[in-house]
């Protein structure tokens, strides 16, 4: 009898701990907890189909020279007459979709103190410290599966929800513009570029983005205001192909003017964006 009470003991003892490490608890070890097993569980396989399936996507892509190149493959998905990348992107978006759902922390913590750090902690609307890493990236995999407004309404939850990371949120309203580019909603992302100072960012990652986001603006654009080009003072909206090389305001990034992916035509230059919500994915 005596290793049978031993079992039931230590099955108390584990029951015990996984209810204080569940997500209906909020305390600093709940937290730890969650953080552990959404990184090295459901996001680490993931984020490793993740990279494999973009490394295809980008490795087999085969450009149509006889068209204005693309930025990015995925940018084809708009385009059915375009060639279509491979990869598919849809495991990754349910593990992202599971950690959250699983591994969400929203109940509030106990208060401690009156002091401002306090209350500035009991606003947040999430309390797992890892898993804005899961929302950015299903809003990437959404991105490179094609499903640009679906992620333009992932990141802008991003951005509204995680307002105590201010690089993550910068990372989402850039990615967030980039999907408006994808679907030539350019005032949309023209909104959202201005308002970002690019000497502000603080990372080199997110520079790059921003690189990125505008020299794709400069050539699907062909708005002058955006660029400043090498030639001459300011190129005609309509001529931007006879103008040699490019770069765009503020960034380091050239573009030749003929045969480069920087030079994407509108589809739909003036097409209004519908309001942008929270996403589906998860429970509220």
């Not at 996507?57 to 149509?64: A, T």
């Not at 750090?117 to 929302?135: T, Y």
């Not at 809003?139 to 105590?164: C, E, M, P, V």
């Amino acid at each position: 009898m005596r290793p049978n009470i031993l079992q039931v003991l230590l099955l108390a003892v584990l029951a015990s701990l996984l209810w204080a490490c569940s997500t209906n608890k909020n305390t600093a070890a709940s937290r730890r907890w969650q953080e552990f097993t959404t990184r090295y569980n459901v996001y680490y396989n993931g984020s490793e189909h993740y990279r494999e399936t973009l490394k295809e996507l980008e490795g087999k892509y085969e450009d149509d020279y006889s068209r204005t190149l693309l930025m990015h493959p995925a940018e084809a998905r708009a385009d059915q007459q375009l060639p279509q990348p491979s990869g598919d992107f849809k495991r990754t978006i349910e593990k992202m979709q599971k950690a959250i759902q699983l591994h969400s922390i929203t109940k509030k913590p106990k208060r401690r103190s009156g002091d401002a750090k306090d209350k500035a902690f009991r606003a947040r609307e999430e309390f797992n410290p890892f898993l804005h890493n899961a929302w950015l990236m299903m809003g990437r995999s959404q991105y490179f599966n094609g499903d640009f407004l679906g992620a333009a309404s992932t990141f802008f939850y991003i951005s509204k929800h995680f307002s105590w990371l201010p690089d993550v949120v910068e990372e989402a309203k850039l990615w967030q513009a980039r999907a408006y580019l994808a679907l030539d909603w350019l005032y949309e992302a023209e909104n959202i570029l201005t308002h970002i100072k690019p000497d502000k960012l603080p990372k080199e990652s997110l520079r790059e983005q921003y690189d990125f986001d505008m020299a794709s603006m400069c050539g699907a654009a062909r708005m002058p205001r955006f660029c400043r080009c090498s030639r001459v003072p300011r190129p005609k909206p309509m001529a931007l192909s006879e103008t040699g090389s490019i770069s765009c305001s503020g960034s380091s990034t050239h573009a030749s003017a003929t045969g480069s992916r920087h030079m994407r035509p509108s589809r739909r230059p003036g097409r209004e964006a519908p309001p942008i919500i929270a996403p589906n994915s998860t429970p509220a």
